[in-house]
């Protein structure tokens, strides 16, 4: 595949021209094929978008080092559009293309740093979650506590919610009364917090 830059018809993240050999209507072994990046918008080729055929073009000229194949398959990687979606590979080609310069990339780089942040994040919350849970179904009195206040954090004004949290926090408190019992100096600490600010009971302060 021969990429002419000058002649590319570009609108950024929404379509590319490429060179490519075949018949022609009029007769000219090469000639220009319009391929959309959106999968609504109608594109030159037929009035029908092509996502796939559009990432393989991409890819054969994003190979060749032309910095707005790069940033359009990034997008496409970025939506999974032609492509199965992956952060991975759209931040690859978004670097790639704003390091030739690429306005766009640039801007598009930050939102997708963003999004790989915010599901690292997610992961980590879940791996947390599941680690307390194993604790708290061993009856550990601070994982109990730890998912109560993840579940206040969610609280949502509604009987039902404040029903769930109130529960949760007995569960907890129950334990640090356990542990108090058996001279847990931390366990009796953290049940007095708990009996003097009615978190988990009724407020008591005699």
Do not use: C, W
């Not at 890819?59 to 032309?66: D, F, P, S, T, V």
């Not at 879940?126 to 061993?138: C, D, F, G, P, T």
């Not at 109130?166 to 953290?190: F, I, P």
């Amino acid at each position: 595949l021969e990429l002419e830059r000058e002649h590319f018809d570009y609108r950024a993240g929404q379509s590319i021209g490429v060179i490519v050999s075949g018949d022609h209507p009029q007769g000219h072994k090469h000639h220009f094929r319009l391929y959309s990046v959106s999968d609504t918008a109608p594109a030159a080729n037929g009035g029908k978008p092509a996502p796939a055929e559009a990432a393989e073009m991409f890819r054969r000229a994003a190979a060749q080092g032309h910095p707005v194949a790069q940033f359009n398959l990034g997008i496409l990687y970025a939506n999974g559009q032609g492509v199965e979606k992956d952060l991975a590979k759209a931040i690859e080609y978004m670097t790639l293309a704003a390091a030739q310069g690429v306005e766009q990339a640039r801007t598009s780089l930050d939102g997708l740093n963003a999004q790989v942040a915010a599901l690292r994040s997610a992961e980590e919350e879940k791996r947390e979650m599941e680690r307390l849970q194993a604790a708290a179904a061993r009856g550990d009195a601070d994982a109990l506590y730890a998912i109560a206040q993840k579940t206040a954090e969610l609280d949502d004004g509604s009987d039902e919610a404040y029903s769930v949290i109130q529960s949760d926090y007995e569960e907890a408190l129950k334990a640090y009364v356990r542990d108090a019992d058996a001279g847990s100096v931390h366990a009796m600490q953290r049940a007095a917090d708990m009996f003097y600010t009615a978190t988990g009971t009724r407020r008591d302060v005699n």
